[in-house]
């Protein structure tokens, strides 16, 4: 595995790689999630390219940037055993370069859901990604449901500008009780990691009505509201029950539907989705509270 800082390095090393190339942008702290990406990048390119950079401009002046948490050493020794074959790990001045002031913004999808709690975050995604694509190449991008919205936002920037053939969106990896698998859950102490189960916990609780015949959106929000209210240590943010892939919010019967959350537990703000028309198998099966 070779892991390159520089542009000029990225380059040289992008030269090298034969056939199809696969690319996971990641902010490191990797764990099973991360992992499960650069798998399926694997299975399905003849090379894979992972990044690692914690990106300034898609954090708010309020934001974790500088707590965020890093072990670059255990990530790339992760990466080696997956099989990446090249590893970006840019400074900020190789991402950024002196006197930048190029943006990329996409319109219509970002000012929603995370876009409206955090603005600028998505212009700061949006950059990075399109200058990581410019730089990587890839035929692939290879992203997680887990952060749907972006998922979302990024498909239609690699399709505008051409930057992928194809992105990749694969499914949230989970704790056996359900917790969704993010580098912020590192901030969790054990009690609120015990509480953060509520937020997988109200997602079943839509699932499970939904399965069950019930189409409202109204009663689905609340539903989900329901099973959060229960818990004093979540703090919501959002509850939305949107059209998938506008992100609009839905009204009346719905047939497709996205159900997003966004709960401060303690520390952390933890986002999650389902949606709600499609088999999720990590969130219906029985769930492990060892
Ligand atoms: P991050 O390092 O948080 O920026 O995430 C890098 C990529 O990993 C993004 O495409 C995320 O959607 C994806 N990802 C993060 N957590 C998970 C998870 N639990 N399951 C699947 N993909 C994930």
Request: with cysteine; glycine share 6%; aromatic share 4%.
């Amino acid at each position: 595995m070779k892991v390159v800082t520089t542009r000029a390095e990225l380059r040289a090393a992008r030269a090298g790689l034969d056939g199809s190339v696969g690319f996971v942008p990641t902010m490191g702290y990797l764990h099973d999630g991360h992992l499960a990406l650069v798998a399926a990048a694997r299975e399905r390119c003849s090379a894979v390219v992972a990044s690692i950079f914690v990106n300034p401009t898609q954090f708010g002046p309020t934001e974790d940037l500088a707590a965020y948490p890093r072990d670059l050493d255990r990530d790339l020794a992760r990466l080696e055993a997956a099989g990446v074959d090249l590893v970006w790990t840019p400074a900020v001045e190789d991402v950024y370069p002196p006197g930048f002031a190029t943006y990329v913004d996409v319109e219509g999808l970002t000012g929603v859901l995370e876009g409206a709690s955090r603005p600028g975050h998505f212009r700061g995604v949006a950059t990075v990604v399109t200058i990581l694509l410019s730089l990587v190449r890839p035929q692939m991008m290879f992203v997680g449901r887990k952060d749907l919205q972006q998922s979302v936002v990024l498909r239609r920037l690699a399709a505008d500008l051409g930057l992928a053939d194809e992105v990749v969106v694969c499914p949230t990896v989970r704790e056996p009780d359900g917790l969704a698998l993010s580098s912020r859950n590192a901030y969790l102490d054990p009690e609120h990691r015990r509480a953060a189960l509520v937020v997988s916990t109200a997602l079943r609780a839509a699932r499970a009505a939904y399965r069950d015949g019930e189409r409202d959106a109204v009663t689905l929000r609340r539903i989900m509201h329901d099973v959060l209210a229960a818990e004093p240590r979540a703090e919501v943010d959002y509850v939305s029950l949107a059209d998938p892939d506008t992100l609009v919010e839905l009204d009346g019967e719905v047939t497709r539907a996205a159900a997003s959350l966004a709960v401060r537990v303690g520390v952390p703000r933890l986002i999650d989705n389902s949606l709600l028309h499609d088999p999720d198998p990590e969130l219906d099966r029985p769930m492990s509270t060892a």
